[in-house]
């Protein structure tokens, strides 16, 4: 068998040579040194493969070798479920903090741990979170400016850049703060359980929350990684959201996540549909009337009524009357009196191909 030709000794090896951003990010981390502790009073155990245990010391073992990742390309559904989540977000932000804003997803990014951390904000805030549904520790960072305009705005302020300093000067989150971020959490989580409805009943449940991003090493450098970052502008606030877990966990839907429909089935996805429009339905206000009969006068006539005059209707007393659903009729009932008022008690729906009677009256009485 004839040898190999060996390849051209000026391109460098991808799998024995470092790139530009890795050696910077080993660089920054050695400069960094070991984390302070007791900057977070919550420290619970994290799930995930290759955790660093709660005494040992950060150890840069990179892996030059190892820790295959994916590429952009081989999970396009990953990719849609992110942009179904920006989506989600985006409406569940604007209905909390009542403001108007821009969130857009990036597309998503593989690399090993060590990238993405190179990648955090400094300052920033980071929270190290449980991912339930998926059943592993992911790291979610908000850049500093934008967690406060978002706690702000939780707050009932008026969100905005923060005053008193430049950017880099960040301190610490007092615990009230952190006790609403908290509540951001919950919303991003929201937005984050529909956008997965289809794979997994996904929630995070957050474990501890740090300003410092020496807190967020919680695997190792070369540990594969997805990166889920979208790009945020609320108001004159501009910032990333990132979320940061390993690969490994995302095998179980590499299946459904590998093809570019996010759907086993169109009836199975019909009916998450309907779901989910139903919830977000389900808190608006309807009106409702009931129809209880119609009368014909003249002009002359209804010119001509008075106090105590009695108007005859086409209503039989022992037939139900029409209730009608924003003018639509959908019921029928008989009145009745319930608690001091005056009731109708249902007692039929009427189906679609039913006959419209009363759906304009239902209208005018609604005027």
């Known amino acids: 068998m004839p040898p190999r030709s060996s390849p051209d000794s000026s391109a460098p090896d991808p799998d024995t040579h470092l790139t530009q951003e ?82 857009t997803a990036e597309p998503v990014g593989y690399g090993k741990f060590v990238e993405c951390y190179a990648r955090l904000s400094t300052p920033g805030v980071i929270c190290v979170a449980e991912l339930g549904g998926v059943g592993c520790s992911v790291v979610l960072s908000l850049e500093y400016e934008l967690a406060l305009c978002f706690i702000d705005l939780l ?78 502008t609320w108001g004159e606030v501009r910032g990333t959201i990132r979320m940061a877990l390993p690969t490994s966990f995302l095998a179980r839907f590499e299946s459904v996540l590998a093809r570019g429909g996010m759907s086993s089935g169109s009836a199975r996805s019909g009916a998450l549909n309907v779901e989910a429009m139903s919830q977000n339905l389900a808190p608006a206000w309807v009106g409702i009337s009931a129809i209880l009969g119609r009368a014909e006068l003249t002009l002359a006539r209804l010119l001509a009524l008075a106090p105590g005059d009695v108007l005859r209707l086409d209503t039989d007393p022992a037939e139900p009357v029409a209730v009608c659903v924003e003018g639509t009729h959908k019921m029928t009932g008989y009145p009745t009196v319930q608690h001091g008022n005056v009731a109708v008690q249902v007692v039929d729906f009427v189906s679609d191909d039913s006959p419209n009677d009363g759906a304009a009256d239902g209208r005018s009485l609604l005027r």
């Open 155 to 232: 707050m009932g302020g008026q969100g905005g850049a923060p005053h008193g300093g430049p950017a880099g000067a960040a301190r610490g989150l007092t615990s009230a703060e952190k006790g609403v971020l908290r509540h951001l959490v919950a919303l991003i989580s929201s937005a984050l359980h529909s956008a997965w409805l289809e794979l997994a009943p996904v929630e995070l449940q957050l474990l501890r929350v740090a300003t410092d991003p020496r807190h967020a090493a919680i695997y190792e450098p070369s540990e594969p990684m997805a990166e889920l970052a979208v790009a945020v």
């Open 22 to 103: 890795e050696t910077s990010a080993i660089a920054e981390l050695l400069r960094q040194g070991l984390p302070t502790s007791g900057e977070d009073e919550l420290d619970p155990p994290l799930r995930g493969p290759a955790l660093r245990g709660a005494s040992e010391p950060i150890v840069l073992r990179y892996d030059l070798v190892a820790g295959a990742t994916h590429r952009g390309d081989e999970l396009p559904g990953l990719q849609l479920v992110h942009e179904r989540f920006a989506a989600e977000l985006a409406s569940t932000f604007r209905r909390t903090l009542g403001d108007e804003g821009i969130i």
